[in-house]
């Protein structure tokens, strides 16, 4: 959880410096796969009901 959440934003700060399309197509996609592995992470957490209830709620809305 910790790893994916935390290379999203390294790999779209690495998107500002893109000059090409296809070199933006590529490295956003990659923050975009961080970002849903994160988002899967939370999902698990919520289903095994680990920690308390309102911080799942508020991290997955």
Not at 33 to 58: C, F, H, P, T, V
């Amino acid at each position: 959880m910790i790893r994916s959440s935390g290379c999203a934003p390294f790999n779209y700060d690495e998107v500002q410096g893109t000059i090409t399309d296809k070199d933006f197509v590529c490295k956003i996609s990659l923050s975009v796969e961080e970002l849903k592995e994160s988002k899967n992470s939370l999902k698990i957490i919520d289903y095994i009901k680990a920690g308390n209830n309102q911080e799942r709620r508020d991290l997955l809305s």
